[in-house]
């Protein structure tokens, strides 16, 4: 068993790895607003995949043959979710400097908007219920949980990586103009994604 679970935190390892909108929103929080609040964007986004990875464990493939015919407009729907969210910070960015201390709430603050982001992305379930019939879960709702916590596992270590990489990188490019860019990178990143999930998912 102790393979098997290495194996789900190697998986969740490779899943966060992946450089998608959720990373580069992990990034750009810990650049411009520190270490701690970059950590708690990236724990929302390790929980949602362990609840992602408790129901596909769970339910197996189950799911998604019920989920089939309104993936096109969950997958629009999630798309458009990224591009509002970009635009967001956009305005919240080119609003000024004298506006970003606004942002300066409890960190933890950070931690439910990035899981409910991740949330949105129904390719989270459809890659972990492909993952499920690589693992030995005898209808075990323990064991499905316990793998389900070991993919938290490799996935967190690699969020809690990018949000001190968001970190370092917004102390070597300080000051508000830096930090602004940074931003506005990342924004344009996820705008990308929101309008590629859009011509994916018609």
Known sequence: MDGVFLKSVAFGIAIAAAIGPI?????????????????????????????YAWLAFSAGALLLPLLEPWMPAIRTG??????????AMVRRDLAGARDLPTMARHPAGSLLPTFLLTLVNPMTLAMFAGFAPQLPLAGSLATAGWLA?????????????????????????????????????????????GVAGIFAAS
């Open 149 to 193: 916590f070991g993919l938290f596992c490799g996935s967190l270590l690699v969020q809690l990586a990018l949000a001190a990489g968001g970190m370092i990188l917004g102390a070597a490019l300080a000051g508000p103009g830096w930090r602004r860019a940074i931003n506005l990178a990342g924004a344009a990143g996820i705008f990308a994604f």
């Open 78 to 87: 999630s798309a458009l979710v990224l591009i509002v969210l970009a635009i």
């Open 23 to 51: 990373a580069l929103l992990i990034v750009s929080h810990a650049a411009s607003r520190g270490l701690l609040p970059g950590c708690f964007a990236g724990l929302g986004a390790a929980l949602a995949d362990l609840a």
